[in-house]
């Protein structure tokens, strides 16, 4: 009995005793930004990861009769799942996960005219800025697939890949000043907001690609 408990030992360390060094540290590059992470395997077929990912660009867009300048800026954490159907194959997985962060666009409205057109009907600026920020929840949830991140990998560096799309609708706050308010009506200011709330709405699907380099050890 002794040495069968021995052997069982001996066999489970043969095969899960190299997974406890499989840990990784990881740089990646994609639609969000630079990042660095770190991924824990738990058996063969499942690894956990969570990465920093983060960067800022600005981009000219037009919403109603409305030209915008915004920055975007996309900072947050991911927490990941890959599953590995077949490890010993092919390092290929699916990978559920969340996205947690601060992602926003932040827009001031811009006019070579000398007016706003709001709802259709051009209005004078004033000398005043219109205003808009879309945000994103929170917290998102994440799918993809990719290739890479096994806990079968040896030591040493190699390559990985994903790809997939993140689901959230961004709200949207609209400040306009006071002057240009009662200059244009309530109601035609609510109906510029809703439909800059309506451009924002098509980003509320956001996809993910990156490339990176991990490290085991």
């Known amino acids: ?17 190299p997974l406890a060094f499989a840990d990784e ?9 630079v990042g660095i992470g770190y991924g824990h395997p738990f058996g ?3 690894n956990v990861r969570a990465d ?12 109603g ?5 915004g920055t975007a800026t996309l900072v947050h954490a991911g927490l990941y799942a890959d599953f590995f159907p077949a490890p010993t194959v092919v390092p290929f997985r699916f990978t559920a996960g969340m996205l947690i962060g601060d992602d926003n666009v932040d827009a001031t409205a811009n006019s070579m005219s000398g007016t706003y057109t709001i709802n259709g ?8 800025s219109i205003h808009a920020k879309a945000k994103y929840p929170a917290v ?3 799918l993809g697939i990719g290739f890479g991140h096994s806990p079968l990998a040896t030591k040493g560096f190699s390559m990985f890949f994903d790809a997939g799309v993140t689901y959230g609708k961004p709200h949207v706050d609209f400040d306009v000043p006071a002057d240009i308010v009662a200059e244009a009506g309530q109601a035609n200011v609510d109906a510029e907001e809703q439909s800059l709330q309506n451009t924002a709405d ?12 991990t490290y085991r050890f």
């Open 1 to 17: 009995m002794k040495r069968l408990v021995v052997a069982l030992v001996a066999g489970l360390a043969t095969l899960y005793g």
């Open 25 to 33: 540290v990881y740089g990646q590059v994609g639609t969000e930004g």
């Open 44 to 46: 063969s077929n499942v």
């Open 52 to 63: 920093f990912n983060g960067m800022s660009f600005s981009h000219g867009f037009n919403s």
């Open 65 to 69: 009769g409305i030209h915008y300048d």
């Open 121 to 128: 009907v051009a209005y004078p600026t004033l000398g005043q």
């Open 140 to 142: 998102r949830p994440y």
């Open 202 to 213: 098509r980003l509320r699907f956001y996809p993910i690609v990156k490339i990176g380099v």
